[in-house]
């Protein structure tokens, strides 16, 4: 009786970490790097982003990301629910991609006129990103 009992149980355990493994992943800015500025006034300062999305979540080189920041608003009225807004702010093209990360380059910055008001308008570390579609 007993072996009958311990075959539901190892199977309900191995769906749990089944189902547990197809959660999406988000993938951010986990690090940005800049040129040191000279003091020039026409100067150009040059941005790397880093990011935890490589060869392996099938990125290369060219590649084009959309960047997205996760802004949390809590109700506290009506339902004292919190409110998630993915809001877009722009797009990053990859420069370099290894096996688990991708160093990339901001190609587009959404205009002032079609996003919300943040308080930090640039990318920044912890921003989500997600493969580009058009």
Sequence with gaps: MKKYFE?????????????????AKDYVIYSISQDIPMGNPKEVLRKNYY??????????KGA?????????VL???ESKKRFNHKIKIGEVKILHAEESS???????LESEDE???LEIGKLMI???VNAHVK
């Design 7 to 23: 075959l539901p149980v190892l199977f309900m355990v191995a769906l749990t970490f089944t189902a547990s493994m197809a959660i």
């Design 75 to 77: 109700d506290p009225y």
């Design 51 to 60: 990011i935890d999305m490589g060869k392996n979540q099938g990125i290369s």
């Design 126 to 128: 912890g921003d989500v």
């Design 64 to 72: 084009v990301l959309d960047v997205f920041r996760v802004v949390s």
């Design 102 to 108: 991708s160093i990339a380059t901001m190609s587009k």
């Design 115 to 117: 996003t919300p008001v």
